[in-house]
């Protein structure tokens, strides 16, 4: 039995409690750039859950759309897609400390206004940061599609998620999620084919063509030549 009463004395005290959380950290070595960038653009640009609900009018200064992408990796394409769209808001959530000082190195080199990043667990930024209806578009390109079916269950992409998540869209707000393995595109198929509240945006019912606003990755590109297929998928929240 543990000799702290809560997480936060077993933190005082240095001492880490396990938890369960919607992914995997995988920390890599922060680098010396990244860092600087961190300490640097946190002030301006990052985002704590201990703000609570935000009021993005208060956050970015304006009221126009807001684009939430969860998991933006090193933050290459969200940058690019912040720079392409000045009159979006763009938040990023990533748990990787290096992919967020680089995010955060390639906005400031951009000299971006329109990205705040957390670094956090996805569902409870949704759940306590979020407000209802407040997003217009939410994206979850590439992730980890745990291939081995024993880990199933902890693909992020299940029905719980989905209807948490639905309740932060707009009306007519999108769920844009993106997939290089072709059976988790199935997976999310079969989830958002039976998800209350939300429509295809194919009308073949599958899946779409890559949108222009999402920026085609090196990775991408790599794996056409290779033969590999990459799958995007859109549903739209009609209640």
């Known amino acids: 039995m543990s000799r702290f009463n809560s997480e936060e ?3 005082a005290a240095g001492v880490y409690i396990s938890k369960i959380r919607s992914f995997v950290k995988r920390e890599g070595r922060l680098t010396k750039a990244q860092g600087s960038a961190i300490e640097e653009n946190w002030p301006s640009m990052g985002l704590s859950i201990d703000q609570g609900q935000l009021n993005l009018e208060h956050v970015f200064g304006r009221n126009v759309p807001t684009v939430l992408e969860i998991g933006f990796g090193m933050g290459k394409s969200l940058v690019e897609m912040a ?11 990533e748990v990787h400390r290096p992919g967020i000082g680089a995010c955060l190195a390639s906005a400031q080199q951009a000299e971006l206004t329109n990205l705040r990043v957390f670094e956090h667990d996805a569902v409870e930024v949704l759940d306590k940061c979020i407000a209802n209806e407040s997003l217009d578009r939410l994206q979850l390109f590439f ?6 079916t024993r880990h199933h269950k902890r693909r992020i992409v299940q029905s719980e998620f989905v209807q948490a998540l639905r309740t932060k869209l707009k009306i007519g707000g999108e ?3 993106a997939t290089d393995w072709e059976p988790y595109a199935q997976h999310m198929l079969e989830v958002m084919q039976i998800a209350h509240g939300f429509e295809n945006k194919s009308s073949s019912q ?7 606003y999402r920026p085609i990755t090196k990775f ?10 990459v799958w995007d998928i859109i549903f739209t929240r009609t209640q």
């Not at 992730?143 to 081995?148: L, R, T």
């Open 206 to 212: 599958d899946y779409l063509a890559r949108p222009d």
């Open 83 to 93: 720079q392409n769209a000045p009159n979006t808001n763009f938040i990023g959530i």
């Open 175 to 177: 769920f844009h999620m």
């Open 143 to 148: 992730p980890d599609p745990w291939h081995k």
């Open 220 to 229: 991408e590109v790599r794996g056409q030549k290779l033969g590999h297929g």
């Open 9 to 11: 004395e077993a933190r």
